[in-house]
């Protein structure tokens, strides 16, 4: 990722830092709220409100990097033909350097759109779960309610939420992985152009 691994590391800790408080604010809020209630009730909203708060103060918290990432990931084809950028996007989703036909001002961006969308799916990711986690933690002291619009509406939600979690994840971890291949791959072509080859020894002379 190069340029991008310090904006990643420091929205990394800063997100940690910030849902752990928003966890703790939520586990707090969740007791008070719960006094009273069944044990289960109560256990299940304690967990629900820390896991989302915790998860939705994550997830906007990581709103600022993920925004910055994507106005980065796009200007890396800004100019270029509708083709070509469709080339790049392709070539980068399949992890699959861009065939000969590239000239090399076409592979140095598809190297800064790699470079860019390895940066930012695994934050779009951490993103997307975090938003789905804390909107479905909400909805846990509901959970065991009676049959009733309140009940079914939380059962709904965290289904979704859940569902929504297992399609997105692999999509978005393959892109990262293809990402990361196609940077390593054109880092290692550029590494092999950029080295001259040696030229052989004259021939010996008796």
């Known amino acids: 990722m190069g340029e991008h691994d310090d904006t990643v590391r420091r929205a990394r800790r800063r997100t940690t830092l910030l849902a752990v408080i928003g966890a703790v604010v939520g586990a707090v809020v969740g007791w008070f709220t719960g006094t009273g209630q069944p044990p289960a009730v109560f256990i299940l909203g304690v967990i629900g409100f820390a896991v989302g708060l915790g998860g939705l103060v994550g997830a906007f918290s990581l709103l600022p990097t993920t925004a910055s990432l994507s106005s ?17 996007v ?26 860019a969308v390895a940066a930012y ?7 997307v779960l975090l ?23 939380s059962r709904l939600i965290c289904s979704v939420a859940l569902i929504g979690a297992v399609i997105v994840t692999p999509v978005l971890l393959r892109r990262t992985r293809n990402a990361r291949r196609y940077v ?6 550029d590494a092999g152009a950029a080295v001259p080859s040696t030229p052989p020894p004259p021939p010996h002379i008796e």
């Not at 980068?92 to 076409?106: F, P």
């Not at 799916?121 to 993103?127: G, K, R, S, T, Y």
């Not at 390593?184 to 072509?189: D, I, K, L, T």
């Open 72 to 88: 980065q990931m796009l200007a890396t084809t800004r100019g270029l033909p509708r083709e070509s950028r469709q080339r790049i």
């Open 90 to 115: 392709r070539a980068v989703q399949s992890g699959v350097l861009l065939d000969e036909t590239a000239d090399r001002s076409l592979r140095r961006r598809g190297l800064d759109h790699a470079r």
């Open 121 to 127: 799916q695994p934050l779009a990711l951490a993103q």
């Open 131 to 153: 938003l789905l986690v804390g909107v479905s933690g909400l909805q846990f002291p509901r959970l065991l309610a009676d049959a009733g619009t309140d009940g079914n509406w």
């Open 184 to 189: 390593s791959a054109a880092s290692r072509a």
